[in-house]
């Protein structure tokens, strides 16, 4: 049998220590970029020290990903605020210097995998703005704005408690799914 392994849930996650994963996520990104584009620079000073007007970058970076995490828990604030600020966070994270070639390369597996706090953020963030824009969820987005894991969101569907919309055989419909979340007593709906 295998073991019960306990997953992150939105709710637990602080929107301060998310904004400080996402902060220090794009400072390795950096170093990641600078030592691939000039090897030579493994021997210098990390790039925490190329700062003057990375200190701004870095403080709107961080006041995005604190306010997507509050978003992504709470559903305060605006839509177009968080999906402002989830280009933030993306930009700073998922995009590789390949970018001028049409072509964007996430930096870790991380985004979209519900085992990370990271992840679970993302998904739950995710999940409320396509609510906002009237669309069907993802059984994982679902999952991580209610704060249960898809396996139970299946079981759900299966039993009938969740529908599936009826244009994407891979998402649940958007009334049943926001329903099901104000019944579950979730912030914000």
């Given at each position: 049998?295998?073991?019960?392994?306990?997953?992150?849930?939105?709710?637990?996650?602080?929107?301060?220590?998310?904004?400080?994963l996402?902060?220090?996520?794009?400072?390795?990104?950096?170093k990641?970029?600078?030592?691939?584009?000039?090897?030579?620079?493994?021997l210098?000073?990390?790039?925490?020290?190329?700062?003057?007007?990375?200190l701004?970058?870095?403080?709107?970076?961080?006041?995005?990903?604190?306010?997507?995490?509050?978003?992504?828990?709470?559903?305060?604030g605006?839509?177009?605020?968080?999906?402002?600020?989830?280009?933030?966070?993306?930009?700073?994270?998922?995009?590789?210097?390949?970018?001028?070639?049409?072509?964007?390369?996430?930096?870790?597996?991380?985004?979209?995998?519900?085992?990370?706090?990271?992840?679970?953020?993302?998904?739950?963030?995710?999940?409320?703005?396509k609510?906002?824009?009237?669309?069907?969820?993802?059984?994982?987005?679902?999952?991580?704005?209610?704060?249960?894991?898809?396996?139970?969101?299946?079981?759900?569907?299966?039993e009938?408690?969740?529908?599936?919309?009826?244009?994407?055989?891979e998402?649940?419909?958007r009334?049943?799914?926001?329903?099901?979340?104000?019944?579950?007593?979730?912030?914000?709906?």
């Amino acid at each position: 049998m295998t073991p019960i392994v306990e997953l992150p849930r939105v709710a637990s996650i602080d929107a301060t220590e998310f904004a400080d994963l996402v902060f220090r996520r794009a400072q390795n990104h950096v170093k990641v970029l600078v030592q691939r584009l000039d090897p030579a620079l493994k021997l210098m000073k990390p790039p925490g020290a190329l700062r003057p007007s990375a200190l701004v970058t870095q403080t709107r970076l961080w006041r995005a990903a604190y306010h997507f995490g509050r978003y992504a828990k709470t559903g305060d604030g605006s839509p177009d605020n968080a999906k402002k600020n989830l280009a933030t966070i993306m930009r700073a994270l998922y995009v590789t210097a390949g970018e001028h070639a049409g072509y964007q390369v996430p930096i870790d597996g991380a985004y979209g995998d519900p085992r990370t706090p990271f992840g679970v953020v993302l998904m739950a963030g995710v999940g409320r703005l396509k609510l906002a824009a009237h669309e069907p969820l993802t059984t994982r987005e679902l999952a991580a704005v209610a704060g249960l894991n898809e396996r139970r969101i299946r079981q759900l569907i299966d039993e009938g408690t969740l529908k599936r919309d009826p244009d994407e055989s891979e998402t649940v419909d958007r009334l049943t799914a926001k329903a099901f979340l104000a019944h579950r007593s979730v912030p914000g709906f």
